[in-house]
């Protein structure tokens, strides 16, 4: 049983930042791959940023850039920092462990 929570959404204005954090407990080994996905209302759930089990990490063109994965082995948590937020970011950030476990989901929302 793997368990998998975000946090560190919320509302900021344009061109502002956010870090969202996602911790992974349970029956789960570092390192893991895991990657970042957001859906936006009326919109598919898509694959914005992933990081690989041997850290290397890859992005849509959309956010490459402005956003940046990193995981901490240490403490089974990883990260999406969000740069130069744009109010078309505006979407449920979702978590995905090892391509199986998911969270719960989190809002970012980009408006002046």
């Known amino acids: 049983q793997v368990q998998v929570v975000e946090s560190g959404g919320g509302l900021v204005q344009p061109g502002g930042s956010l870090r969202l954090s996602c911790v992974a407990s349970?029956?789960?080994?570092?390192?893991?791959?895991m990657g970042w996905y957001r859906q936006a209302p009326g919109q598919e759930r898509e694959l914005i940023a992933y990081i690989a089990s041997t850290g290397a990490t890859s992005y849509i063109d959309s956010v490459k850039g402005r956003f940046t994965i990193s995981r901490d082995d240490a403490k089974n948590t990883g990260y999406l920092q969000m740069n130069n937020l744009k109010p078309e970011d505006t979407a449920v950030y979702y978590c995905?462990?090892?391509?199986?476990?998911w969270g719960q989901g989190i809002q970012v929302t980009v408006s002046s």
């Open positions: 995905c462990v090892k391509f199986v476990y």
């Open positions: 349970g029956r789960i080994s570092s390192p893991y791959r």
